[in-house]
């Protein structure tokens, strides 16, 4: 590399940058602007990239080795005390205000942030980081994780790429193109198989970073920009972050090809202000609010996210907060960004015990907190544990009912109870005959009930079909006789028509439709239940309905003409999990209740009804039986008998 080249040690053009890649993001989590304000993480990813690789090659060009236990060391002083002060005050405020039922997953999600692997847990749990459906108040942790874990293995590979190269800076340059491409090849293959681990996952990320890296290498080998293209490049580069800002939003396939255009917009942005013209967005971003700002950025982005989700989560609703209520928890996230940075980043740094000298400190330091966070977290999981999660009230004896009542408490003899209702399954999900693998397009050759009875009923549909599996194996085993052959896929409408789950098209949908369809010509069943949901994102021209009714038309047509088929409605539709919404209100079940016009879509059920009854077939709304004339209960007062037995008989 040039001995003249460097990196900077401070850009004030970047570290504005970090001041417009927070904003996009608070932006966008506030439901204020910028809807595809989530591209400011890809930015920060970038600048990271940047400075940290520009860090590793100077020390390599002017050492011929990188002290990783110092490289490390900094790393945590940077990073740690901040991100586990606000990952203790999150946990502690967590389990303060959010659902009882909810201390474990948000104890577990801690632990992940102290192990610095949150990242991999929301990977691990499909999460959809766009959807915003009840979000982990320490989902924004996921960049962490991916940061924490490039920065631990990333001066590792450079040094070894530097020594097997024999110091030659041509090939080290080579080396990070060559993580460039290969990461984002695979970013583009995993997406489209796995949405939530290309999201999530550092080798599917690593590529933003290690772009960012080779700007670095571009700059210490030398390279300079005329000053016409510096800033002609650096104003096109912050137009594509803008761009993609406002156009793309949470239906926009990320990451993928989509990503690349905030992601050189900012590498164009990082290499052409190096020694970019004042006319340049150099000078814009240098400015004293973007300083300002860009200063706050790490704990801003750390505060932020908690003061918006958890008062929505303790509220019981997925809503947005009102306008005041965002405005206070902005102004709130300001104010403990700067109190973070004044008490917490700037003393930690300059600090003794975080100092250099003794380099295993700091990292012993680190180690020893995030222990004592984890602890911390799993610690909690008992004392939540005790607290009640239904009331000490039996329900009353059962018993039909009309009309329709609920009851104003958790009744002590709710089954299953709220604490076991997270890890209690169906029979057809236990034995794998529910299919819920994305990618899953087999029908598995389950027959469930009496194999030898004389009566054969075929479940098929959605998740939503499988709801009533409950109802129809007991009301089987009470009959008698009666064969059960379960046809049913997570996400999957059995109905022909496309939709998308995270962004990503459900490709299998059409082929197990297919299947379904032979199998039942196969097994002949003498009745047919379907149940779909109609809360999928459905892909195609609009409008939806018709385009249902016509597909729930022909599927109609499509099965046996010898067996009696019915259509269930689509059940009432909650805006955030009952089970999550009455363990925190065993004493007022009403407040978990829902207006029935939001919960049911009276006007799709209609049209579907029409459509089956045209076909020939039976159509059932059950409804009644969930919902008064106002309001869809999350328990009833008792529970009239199921007319499960009018939809196969």
Known sequence: MAQSAAVRPF???????????????????????????????????????????????????????????????????????????????????????????????????????????????????????????????????????????????????????????????????????????????????????????????????????????????????????PAVLAGVLGWLGLAAIVVAAFAYDAATPYPGIATLVPVLGAALIVLAGQDGPHWGPVTLLALRPFAAIGTLSYSLYLWHWPLLVLPQAASGRDTALPWWGTALALGGSVLLAWLTYRFVEEPTRASRPWALRGRWRPLLTGVVASVALVATALGSVPVLEARPTTSDRPAAASGPVAPARFTPYVPSNVTPSLWDVGSDSTTIHRNGCHIVARDDVRVPDCVLGDPDGTLTVALVGDSHAMHWWPALERWAAERGGVRLVPLTKAGCPVVDVDVELAGTLQASCAPWRAAVVERLRHVEPDVVLVADSNQHAFVGPEPVLPRWTAATTAFLGSLPASARVTVLANTPQFDVAPVDCLSANVDDADACGIDRSAAVDQRWIDAERRAVERAGHAFLDLNDYFCDARRCAAVPWRATPCSIATAVT
């Open 11 to 225: 850009r004030r053009d970047v570290h504005g940058l970090r001041a417009v890649a927070v904003s996009l993001v608070v932006l966008d989590h506030a439901h204020l602007a910028a809807s595809g304000g989530y591209i400011g993480v890809d930015v920060f990813f970038i600048i990271s990239g940047f400075l940290i690789t520009g860090h590793v090659l100077g020390e390599l060009q002017h050492r011929g080795t990188v002290d990783l236990v110092g490289f490390w060391a900094r790393r945590m002083r940077r990073i740690l005390p901040a991100a586990l002060l606000v990952a203790l005050v999150t946990l502690v405020a967590g389990a303060i205000v959010l659902p009882p039922l909810l201390g474990p997953e948000l104890a577990q999600t801690a632990a992940a942030v102290a192990a610095y692997v949150p990242n991999v847990l929301f990977a691990a749990q499909g999460t959809d980081y766009l959807a915003g459906n009840a979000p982990s108040p320490f989902q924004h942790y996921w960049s962490l994780g991916v940061e924490e874990q490039f920065y631990l293995v990333w001066p590792v590979v450079l040094l070894a790429v530097w020594w097997l190269a024999r110091k030659r800076a041509v090939v080290v340059g080579l080396g990070i193109a060559a993580v460039v491409l290969a990461s984002l090849a695979l970013c583009l293959v995993v997406a489209g198989i796995s949405q939530p681990w290309a999201f999530f996952s550092l080798p599917t990320r690593a590529w933003e970073l290690a772009l960012g890296g080779f700007v670095a290498w571009l700059v210490l080998r030398g390279v300079r920009l």
